[in-house]
């Protein structure tokens, strides 16, 4: 009798929280809330499914394992690694309480909408459309470099004993307030340089603004950039349209090209917005990637209330998602040839499964990263900047408010999302998108529940992919093991 | 493990926690999974003599030759060797080896 048996006597055995799934022939267990992937042999899966069907007494689960002809010593093994894996348990499941971050967790990075304007006027625009929630009104329209370099003077303060830190510049069109962007990355390089701290830029822009000058400038000061554009002429101009109605495409097409061809020193990203009008997956992913000639595409359906036009509601969704299937497929196929597919949604949640990411917060909003406006007023992220919601101080009166920040983590906590208690995708999800919640649901504090269904699908269609890649050509994951 | 093979890096990690809490009591030099050889920690790392191995997992480097007892099992260690009654019979059984290293050869052979 083993020490647990001794200690348990009569507990029935339960099966603990996973994902099971297959893949190329191989049968896995996906750990919640750890994250971790297992393959699991015949003897264990049998007993996973005994389990499932009878909860079992250990006497029972070992009597019906010795009848199926397995050895002593082969159950005696399998039970204790199931059991200390926590695969499976005798008793009630009872999950461990969610532990809170430490006080004042190190900043790693600030997004500074360095602009509120834009010279562009697309449809779903959660900065300028119905659902705004952004109030600009007295604010500037540009942040000076004065602002900026407060912000930047917070993020050295704040990041502690982060060796690197990270400075996103938005909008607005970005690109609009080139003056304040480009003496912005000279401070931060000096401050850093004294700090002994190495910083990264990373930049989002229409690209309407691009040329030459600028895109020299990128690529010496080896900035990422994100492009959002949505695909060919007709997808694309028929939400990201110029103020008179004009469509963007023709206009940005040829900057795109040039940037893709002069910058080499960061990679540089399209990012897709998918709505009502706008779901053709594939259609957009091979126009990007072979006519315009990205490298990675990303895909994110537009943040919308329902009752919008744009918004892309559930029968699109589920077009969406066989978009994303179909491609993440083919991203599978390159992937056993050892090739780098550019559909960056699978990538980028093959990197968290690859690591066992397990989240206490659905991002870094609050927690890592700090979004700050025009006027330098701190916010939880980009999305909340000069709104009502998610204040956080202001970068010269004080800088970051502590006792909000604090408040705020300690509220949207997956300990607190009672929601996402038994999802087993909650590792990964964690809950969703703080603005998406709030225009959806009023409430930061809200599960995204609308995306449950697709983010386990997502999730799960992963998971295979990634199962199948482990299996055929492991060593592809290599590259997700990084930092 | 036998039943779950760790895939992703988390994975391992649980894999290390499993082993950590339910491995098992090892017997000197017996070759584990990885054809590793199980030495005890402490002993061999110092300069004591007449433990069972040197740091190689031999007995050519011991300080005394293997067939003495154990010097250090009689003060500082539980085992129950055969060596000297150091409380009764044998009080001064080590007078003339201040330091191990370099007087070995003068501890005393004890005849009961």
């Given at each position: 009798?083993?020490?647990?048996?001794?200690?348990?006597?009569?507990?029935?055995?339960?099966?603990c929280e996973f994902h099971a799934f297959?893949s190329?022939?191989t049968q896995f267990v996906y750990l919640v809330p750890s994250g971790s992937i297992f393959a699991i042999?015949?003897?264990g899966?049998?007993?996973?499914?005994?389990?499932?069907?009878?909860?079992?007494?250990?006497?029972?689960?070992?009597?019906?394992?010795?009848?199926?002809?397995?050895?002593?010593?082969?159950?005696?093994?399998?039970?204790?690694e199931l059991e200390f894996s926590e695969v499976i348990q005798?008793?009630?499941?009872?999950p461990p309480?969610p532990k809170?971050p430490?006080?004042?967790?190190?900043?790693?990075?600030?997004?500074?909408?360095?602009?509120?304007?834009?010279?562009?006027?697309?449809?779903?625009?959660?900065?300028?459309?119905?659902?705004?929630?952004?109030?600009?009104?007295?604010?500037?329209?540009?942040?000076?470099?004065?602002?900026?370099?407060?912000?930047?003077?917070?993020?050295?303060?704040?990041?502690?004993?982060?060796?690197?830190?990270?400075?996103?510049?938005?909008?607005?069109?970005?690109?609009?307030?080139?003056?304040?962007?480009?003496?912005?990355?000279?401070?931060?390089?000096?401050?850093?340089?004294?700090?002994?701290?190495?910083?990264?830029?990373?930049?989002?822009?229409?690209?309407?603004?691009?040329?030459?000058?600028?895109?020299?400038?990128?690529?010496?000061?080896?900035?990422?950039?994100?492009?959002?554009?949505?695909?060919?002429?007709?997808?694309?101009?028929?939400?990201?349209?110029?103020?008179?109605?004009?469509?963007?495409?023709?206009?940005?097409?040829?900057?795109?090209?040039?940037?893709?061809?002069?910058?080499?020193?960061?990679?540089?990203?399209?990012?897709?917005?998918?709505?009502?009008?706008?779901?053709?997956?594939?259609?957009?992913?091979?126009?990007?990637?072979?006519?315009?000639?990205?490298?990675?595409?990303?895909?994110?359906?537009?943040?919308?209330?329902?009752?919008?036009?744009?918004?892309?509601?559930?029968?699109?969704?589920?077009?969406?998602?066989?978009?994303?299937?179909?491609?993440?497929?083919?991203?599978?196929?390159?992937?056993?040839?050892?090739?780098?597919?550019?559909?960056?949604?699978?990538n980028d949640t093959l990197k968290e499964l690859h690591s066992g990411m397990s989240k206490a917060y659905p991002?870094?909003?609050?927690?890592?990263?700090?979004?700050?406006?025009?006027?330098?007023?701190?916010?939880?992220?980009?999305?909340?900047?000069?709104?009502?919601?998610?204040?956080?101080?202001?970068?010269?009166?004080?800088?970051?408010?502590?006792?909000?920040?604090?408040?705020?983590?300690?509220?949207?906590?997956i300990?607190?999302?009672?929601?996402?208690?038994?999802c087993w995708a909650r590792p990964v999800c964690a809950?969703?998108?703080?603005?998406?919640?709030?225009?959806?649901?009023?409430?930061?504090?809200?599960?995204?529940?609308?995306?449950?269904?697709?983010?386990?699908?997502?999730n799960d269609?992963c998971l295979r992919i990634y199962g199948?890649i482990s299996q055929?050509?492991p060593?592809f994951l290599d590259r997700f093991s990084e930092n | 493990m036998?039943s779950l093979k760790p895939i992703n890096r988390k994975a391992r990690k649980v894999e290390a926690a499993v082993i950590a809490a339910t491995?098992?009591?090892?017997?000197?030099?017996?070759?584990?999974?990885?054809?590793?050889?199980?030495?005890?920690?402490?002993?061999?790392?110092?300069?004591?003599?007449?433990?069972?191995?040197?740091?190689?997992?031999?007995?050519?480097?011991?300080?005394?030759?293997?067939?003495?007892?154990?010097?250090?099992?009689?003060?500082?260690?539980?085992?129950?060797?055969?060596?000297?009654?150091?409380?009764?019979?044998?009080?001064?059984?080590?007078?003339?080896?201040?330091?191990?290293?370099?007087?070995?050869?003068?501890?005393?052979?004890?005849?009961?």
């Open positions: 009798m083993s020490t647990t048996e001794a200690l348990t006597p009569a507990l029935t055995y339960r099966q297959e190329a022939g042999d015949k003897i899966r049998e007993i996973l499914d005994r389990v499932k069907d009878i909860s079992p007494t250990r006497e029972e689960l070992v009597g019906f394992l010795t009848e199926r002809g397995y050895a002593p010593a082969e159950i005696e093994t399998s039970l204790m005798r008793g009630d499941l009872i309480k809170l430490e006080k004042n967790f190190p900043l790693q990075r600030v997004v500074l909408n360095i602009t509120n304007q834009c010279n562009l006027a697309c449809t779903y625009c959660y900065e300028y459309s119905e659902d705004k929630i952004s109030k600009t009104d007295g604010k500037p329209k540009y942040m000076t470099p004065s602002v900026a370099e407060s912000s930047i003077d917070m993020l050295i303060k704040e990041s502690g004993d982060r060796p690197s830190i990270h400075v996103t510049f938005f909008g607005g069109e970005t690109l609009l307030n080139f003056p304040t962007l480009r003496t912005s990355v000279d401070y931060a390089k000096r401050k850093c340089a004294e700090a002994g701290k190495h910083v990264e830029f990373s930049l989002t822009t229409n690209a309407t603004m691009l040329n030459e000058q600028i895109v020299d400038f990128i690529s010496e000061h080896n900035i990422g950039v994100t492009v959002s554009i949505d695909g060919d002429r007709e997808l694309n101009d028929k939400m990201r349209v110029f103020s008179d109605g004009r469509g963007s495409y023709d206009v940005i097409v040829p900057r795109i090209k040039m940037l893709l061809q002069r910058h080499k020193t960061n990679s540089i990203g399209a990012r897709v917005t998918l709505s009502s009008g706008n779901s053709h997956v594939r259609r957009i992913y091979e126009h990007l990637t072979q006519e315009v000639g990205f490298y990675a595409v990303g895909f994110s359906p537009a943040t919308a209330n329902p009752n919008r036009l744009y918004s892309i509601g559930e029968t699109k969704m589920e077009t969406v998602l066989q978009g994303f299937e179909d491609l993440a497929w083919e991203y599978r196929d390159w992937a056993l040839a050892g090739r780098q597919h550019g559909f960056t949604n699978v991002c870094g909003a609050g927690l890592g990263l700090l979004g700050v406006g025009t006027a330098g007023d701190i916010s939880l992220c980009h999305r909340f900047v000069d709104s009502d919601v998610g204040k956080m101080g202001h970068v010269d009166k004080g800088g970051v408010d502590h006792a909000a920040r604090d408040q705020f983590l300690g509220t949207h906590h300990g607190a999302r009672y929601d996402c208690h038994t809950g969703g998108c703080y603005h998406e919640a709030f225009v959806h649901y009023g409430d930061t504090s809200a599960a995204t529940l609308h995306y449950c269904d697709w983010i386990r699908g997502w269609l199948e055929q050509n060593s | 036998h491995g098992d009591v090892q017997a000197l030099q017996k070759r584990g999974g990885e054809g590793k050889i199980y030495y005890p920690m402490g002993c061999t790392l110092n300069f004591t003599p007449g433990w069972e191995v040197d740091i190689s997992g031999g007995v050519a480097g011991l300080c005394q030759p293997v067939e003495r007892d154990l010097f250090d099992c009689h003060l500082g260690c539980g085992w129950p060797a055969q060596v000297p009654d150091h409380l009764n019979n044998a009080v001064d059984w080590t007078d003339k080896c201040a330091s191990a290293t370099n007087d070995w050869r003068k501890i005393d052979i004890v005849f009961p």
